[in-house]
């Protein structure tokens, strides 16, 4: 299962660089191309951790030190993804509507 699980991590983390390669070339000149960049960075770094946790939990030899630093590098990201995403939306979209409503309807994702 982990082996399984870490050649989808790879994989996705293949897909997501030549994502990432290829959203520089085309914007390199736009104003989007540095939350692009972080948002398509950011992603990366989550699959990286969910990985690194699944390979971690399922280890014969379990570090409970390097395991905790692991989670809240994983927790991390995933708290900070959501706003990414929403600064994200909010970039491109070029709106300057303000509101508790506007800010619900460019975090979905």
Same mark, same amino acid.
């Given at each position: 299962?982990?082996i ?14 030549l ?13 989007h191309l ?6 398509? @960075?950011?992603?990366?770094?989550y ?5 690194l ?11 409970? @030190? ?11 990201v ?5 706003y ?9 979209s070029?709106?300057?509507?303000? @509101? ?10």
């Amino acid at each position: 299962m982990t082996i399984t699980y870490a050649m989808t991590a790879s994989l996705l983390i293949a897909c997501l660089t030549l994502m990432l390669i290829d959203v520089s070339r085309k914007l390199r000149k736009s104003v989007h191309l540095k939350i692009s960049l972080i948002l398509i @960075g950011t992603s990366m770094f989550y699959v990286a951790m969910d990985c690194l946790w699944i390979i971690f939990y399922t280890a014969g030899e379990f570090n409970r @030190g390097v395991f905790v630093l692991l989670n809240c590098l994983f927790y991390l990201v995933y708290i900070t993804l959501p706003y990414i995403w929403f600064l994200f939306a909010r970039h491109f979209s070029g709106s300057r509507l303000e @509101g508790r409503g506007t800010d619900i309807v460019f975090a979905l994702p």
